[in-house]
């Protein structure tokens, strides 16, 4: 399944200590995994498996206290995330990533097409809002503030807002987990397309194990280390879930 | 740079608009002080400067008994004088149709019907009398608007014990007289006080001066040293009774408006600055909170790949628009209430004219002054918001380390009740925030005080002076010395209860090197009209040899108790005495030099004599009274102490109160901002508390008790260091404001310390009334949801 595709993002030994409150947290024990360029993937774990940090050490949101992260561009730069300075991870963040928050993370002062536009100004390469969020299927709610859109479409603009900039990487974390099932699936849907019609990498972070069923890859992590690493032969399309 | 990132910014400041118009306030407090002093203080001196170039004001002036004018082209050959003018001057008193009190005055001589080479007149009506014309003159501004006059209306003056019938061809302004105040008075009565300009030959035949004079006036040429020219005609002019000539320093009208404007000064520097720093400090914390409310959108926008200096030149511009707000709002606001009071001084200093501008360096200092504090605390905020890795800053902070509080284990747990304990470990929790909101509170309760303060201690002044101090009804001043036994002739007047006679003579003081012009002052041994107290407020006798002198001209002086003064006589044999210093006086209005006035008499050696006399009397015969006493040709003035003390008090009321009951208003207005903000802050951070806690069952009323609990118990704990911080700004005002025309005492009222917790209290209450409208808006599901 490997054979032919570029590595678009690869860790080795990650480990992550934090400190919240009087508790030092262990969230990430020795992580060694792979993301490849346009491929759909899935991280599952339970809460607190590490998943979340994981994924914000990918995305540049912050840094391992231990291990290499390594991204290479689609033209084959390579970059070592684990050493950039935050000037670097500013500019890596603003060319080559997009983010999904369980929350949305919109703002809220901002109108839909405001708030993609916000990251389509400081990209290099960006498609129009219009059509981020036509993508997303709210080309008839551009105007709307996100006080007046429900939580499925906020978070569709949230996507419009991650793709807009034609990212190499797509990292959703919990894009669902606000949301009820049959919203669930239509946001799915719409990463799906996204994945397809952008070749985009999909990351997406889940305790949904359904979810799985729609990607190339799953990779489960507990208790901040790789568990198991699965590959399906065929994705389901996302319409077809049930959970 | 990015058009949404600052469509944001407008919709942001749209939302803050509460918050940001309360900042602005706290802003707009401290520009206001000083856009109201610097602006006051500018068209005062600029007036000024112009009139008295344009009118040929004099440098120096001089009064002898009686010189010839020839003397004057002696006197022209000084060194350094450039141009001279003689005149004559005579006090009179002035009968008015249909006005009954008695009026004091000064003639003064104009060349024949021409405008004098000094001084000129500023003629706002009419014209100068014609020449050779001695029944007619030109009257002061004041006073003609004080009775309506107008030229053409008639008037009796009472010369040198001569009636002199007069018509009135104009009323004029004299750069001598911007202040109108008649001698030994403090402030300006401009029903009983006039000066009159006449030809010189009408009023030299009128005083007896025919060929003569009794006044000069000079200015010095470029680079003259004033003390050599004072000097010489000095020692010219002794002979012919010259009392010591002065600069235009010691130039009563001049004298005032230099104290005002130096008093303005102060009120220019030391409100302003502290105005300005306390708003400065209180715009850093309220700016540092807000950002640190946007916290998690920094974090997006960094997830996004937003640079920092992206992010901060964003939250400067939102700083920068408050500011801006707050600015121009405390422009407008003091340039309104700074054209206020320039009306109002208008009436005091009779300046043909008023500029009022704002100065441009005020703007841009103030301008300066509050977008740095502003900065400052936005920079320390946004930089504490973009230090932190996104990641961490996206995440819901980390549940804080929670203590009992020391206050919590000393209170039984029942008496906190679950309220009160939410509430002081949130206090608790964040140690650092709670004591700013504390300081800006406290800040807040230390400006108003010093507002009432200034309230208070003007009232204390004016009351110690006039009923403590001076005592009588009725201050006579005769021609010239009188023998004591007019005393018993004023005795038998109407109404008369009571007669003190004292001696007044015009003296320098001398002591090292340091110098003042003042008047020894005799009176009884124990005077009961006119006391002198001591630091206690108790009357002292007066000492039987040695004298005793005002604290404040001691200091001057440099003079403790028990040293002794070289005392120049100024008039008269100008006798050179030396006399020890035995006490100090404590009185809050004027300076003076004190001894009994039968050892005063015994040192200039004269008989049993008297410069006026003081007089208690019955209100029932006021009339009578003053019927009898414009009858008497011998004197030359009649004061009447009640017309002073409502002189005073309007005055006060008018200037110095009305800019303390500014102050107070601004105080409030910051006093309301910084509660409003801390509160709107306190409700940003505990939204979500909150609102978990309706959730769980808890009623409205419930909830906004913690929230109002918090506000009410940082507004409290900041009461006390307030009042200590206030009694700090108003002993430092108290020393700026010390002069040596007035002493405003340290008196802090109880009332000082309600107005200033009172202010805060109520600020309070009108911020809890406001949340709890929020608090009932509170949507509770999006509380817990939404993290952004």
Known sequence: MDDGKEIALEAQGLTRRYRMGEVTIQALRGVDMALYHGELLVLLGA????????????????????????????????????????????????????????????????????????????????????????????????????????????????????????????????????????????????????????????????????????????????????????????????????? | MTRTLDRKLLRDLWRLKGQALAIAVVIAGGVMTLIIAVTTLDALSGARDRFYASHHFAEVFADVKRAPLGLVERLQEIEGVNLIEPRVQAAMRLSLAGFRDPIRGLALSIPDGRQPLLNRLHLVAGSLPEAGRDDQAVVSDAFAEAHGLVPGDRLEAIINGRRVPLRLTGIALSPEFLYQVAPSDLMPDYRRYAVLWMNRRALANAHGMQGAFNRLSLTLQAGARREEVIDALDLVLARYGGTGAWSRDEQPSHRFIEEELAQQRIQATVLPAIFLSVSAFLLNVVMG???????????????????????????????????????????????????????????????????????????????????????????????????????????????????????????????????????????????????????????????????????????????????????????????????????????????????EGWRRVPVTLIHGHREERTALLGMEARPQLRQVLDAQGRPQRLPEAGMMLTRWLAESLDARVGDTLEVQVMEGRRQRLALTLTALVDEPLGVGAYLPRRRLNTLLDEGPAISGAWLLVDDAHREALNAALWEMPGVAAIGLLDEAERGIRDYLDETLLLFALIFVAIASSIAFGVVYNDARIALAERARELATLRVLGYTRVEVARILLGEIALVTLVAIPPGWALGIVFSRLLNQAFSNDMFRIPLVLTPQAFGIAAGGVLVASLLVGIMLVRRLNRLDMVSSLKASA
């Open chain 1, 47 to 243: 809460s607190g498996s590490g998943k979340s940090t994981l994924l914000n050490i990918l995305g540049g949101l912050d840094s391992a206290s231990e291990g290499e992260v390594r991204h290479i561009d689609r033209h084959g730069h390579a970059q070592d995330l684990g050493r950039a300075s935050q000037r670097e991870l500013t500019r890596y963040r603003r060319h080559h990533v997009g983010f999904v928050f369980q929350f949305y993370n919109l703002i809220s002062s901002l109108t839909a097409r405001e708030n993609v536009a916000i990251v389509t100004e400081i990209a290099r390469d960006p498609m129009p809002p219009e059509t981020a969020l036509t993508l997303v299927g709210l080309g008839e709610r551009l105007d709307h503030f996100p006080s007046q859109l429900s939580g499925g479409e906020q978070q569709r603009v949230a996507i419009a807002r991650a793709v807009a900039k034609q990212p190499e990487l797509l990292l959703c974390d919990e894009p669902t987990g606000a949301l009820d099932f049959r919203t669930g699936i239509r946001v799915l849907e719409v990463l799906e397309t996204i994945n397809r019609e952008t070749g985009a990498a999909v990351a997406i972070i889940t305790h949904n194990e359904v979810i799985g069923e729609m990607t190339d890859r799953v990779i489960r992590l507990r208790d901040g280390r790789v568990d198991e690493i699965q590959a399906n032969a065929r994705r389901r399309p996302a319409c077809e879930l049930r959970w």
């Open chain 2, 289 to 499: 909170r807000l950002i640190q409310t946007q916290r998690e959108q920094v974090a997006m926008l960094k997830a996004f790949g937003y640079h920092d200096r992206e992010l901060a030149r964003h939250f400067a511009l939102l700083a920068g628009a408050i500011v801006l707000l707050g600015w121009a709002l405390g422009v407008s606001l003091g340039a309104w209430a700074a054209s206020g009071l320039a009306t109002i001084y208008r009436d005091y200093f009779r300046f043909p004219e008023m500029p009022f501008r704002i100065p441009a360096w005020a703007l841009l200092l103030s301008l300066a002054i509050v977008s740095l504090a502003a900065l400052l605390g936005t920079w320390r905020a946004v930089w504490r918001a973009v230090r932190r890795p996104p990641a961490e800053a996206m995440r819901p902070p980390a549940p804080q380390r929670f203590r009992r509080t020391w206050l919590e284990r000393l209170l039984p747990g029942a008496l906190l009740g679950h309220a009160g304990r939410i509430v002081m470990r949130n206090l608790g929790r964040h140690p650092a925030k709670a004591s700013l909101s504390v300081t800006g509170i406290a800040l807040s309760v230390a400006l108003l005080m010093m507002g009432a303060y200034q309230l208070d201690a003007v009232e204390a002044m004016v009351d110690q002076q006039y009923r403590q101090v001076l005592r009588m009804d009725v201050e006579l001043t005769f021609n010239e010395p009188t023998s004591t036994r007019a005393l018993g002739e004023l005795r038998h007047l109407p109404g008369v209860l009571a007669v």
